[in-house]
C-alpha cells in the first residue's frame, strides 16, 4: 500500500508545511521503502550539507534514520524525531525530522564530532549556531501532535477511497441486477402467454373428448394433464412475479443514497 495512491498530497503538503512554519522544527515524509514523498522542510545546512556531507557522517545518519523511533537524540548531539504513518494497521511510512538543539551546545562535543566525521570545525560551529533550540518536551509534543494529524488525515483518505470504490461496485451491481430484473419480467410475460394457450388447449381437448364419447378417453385424461400442467405453472409463474417485486424493490432501494449510506455503515 502507497501513501500516494489514496491520499491527496497537496493537502498532505499543506499539513507538513504549515507545522513546519509554526514550530521552526525540520520534516520529510517518506514511503515504507524510505524514499521521500513530500519536501524537506526547515532542513540545517549542519544536518544536509555538513554532517550528511560527509561520508562518514551521512554513515552515521543512516543508522539513526534506520534505528531511531519517537523521539530521540542523533549521532551528532540534536534531537530527531520518527513517527510511524499507519493506514489500517499497516505501516505505510514516516514523518521524521527535527534537527533542533535542547539546550545551548557545548562547543567541544561538536568540534569532536566534526573532527570524527572530517568537517571543518568552524564552519561545523558556525552551522552549529544557526540550529534552532527547543525543549526535549516542546519536541515531543510538536512530533506526536504532527503524527496524530497526519495519520488521522491519511486514515480518513483511505476511508473516503475505499468506500467510493464499494459505492462504485454496488452501484453497477444494481444495474446489472436491474437488466436482470428486466429480462425475467418479459420472460414470466412470456410464460403466461404459454399458460394461456395451454389452458384454451386443454379446454378445446376435453370438449373434442366429450364429443368422441368412448373413443375420446384417452384424450381426455392428456387433457387433464395439460391442464394440471398449466395450473402448476401459473402458481410457478405467480411466486415468480413475487420474488420479482420484492428484488425491483430492494433494487430501487440501493438507488436511494440514504438507504446507500445506510447500508454501508451497516
Not at 11 to 19: D, G, T, Y
Not at 24 to 38: F, H, K, P, Q, R
Not at 92 to 121: C, H, M, S, T
Request: include cysteine.
Amino acid at each position: 500500500m502507497k501513501i500516494v495512491d489514496f491520499v491527496d498530497m497537496n493537502e498532505f503538503e499543506a499539513i507538513m508545511r504549515n507545522w513546519a512554519m509554526a514550530t521552526g522544527l525540520a520534516t520529510v515524509a517518506v514511503d515504507s521503502e524510505g524514499n521521500y514523498i513530500s519536501e524537506c522542510y526547515n532542513f540545517t545546512d549542519f544536518c544536509i550539507k555538513l554532517t550528511r556531507g560527509s561520508k562518514e557522517g551521512c554513515r552515521r545518519c543512516v543508522k539513526c534514520d534506520q534505528e531511531g523511533h519517537g523521539v530521540y537524540h542523533c549521532h551528532a548531539g540534536l534531537v530527531d524525531f520518527s513517527i510511524d504513518l499507519v493506514a489500517k494497521g499497516e505501516k505505510v511510512g514516516a514523518v521524521i525530522g527535527g534537527q533542533v538543539l535542547p539546550q545551548d551546545p557545548d562547543e567541544d562535543k561538536f568540534r569532536q564530532v566534526a573532527r570524527e566525521i572530517g568537517v571543518n570545525e568552524e564552519e561545523y560551529i558556525r552551522a552549529l549556531h544557526k540550529v534552532n533550540v527547543r525543549t526535549e518536551e516542546s519536541i515531543n509534543a510538536s512530533a506526536n501532535l504532527l503524527g496524530q494529524v497526519l495519520n488521522n488525515f491519511i486514515n480518513s483518505e483511505y476511508e473516503k477511497k475505499y468506500v467510493k470504490s464499494i459505492v462504485v461496485d454496488l452501484k453497477s451491481g444494481v444495474e446489472k441486477t436491474s437488466r436482470i430484473v428486466e429480462e425475467i419480467t418479459k420472460c414470466t410475460q412470456e410464460l403466461k402467454s404459454l399458460q394461456n394457450r395451454q389452458k384454451i388447449l386443454s379446454l378445446n381437448a376435453n370438449i373434442e373428448a366429450a364429443r368422441a364419447g368412448e373413443h375420446g378417453k384417452g384424450f381426455s385424461v392428456v387433457a387433464m394433464e395439460v391442464g394440471k400442467i398449466s395450473e402448476n405453472s401459473s402458481i410457478a409463474n405467480t411466486k415468480i412475479e413475487s420474488l420479482v417485486q420484492d428484488i425491483s424493490s430492494v433494487v430501487n432501494g440501493m438507488h436511494d443514497p440514504k438507504k446507500f449510506e445506510l447500508l454501508l455503515r451497516e
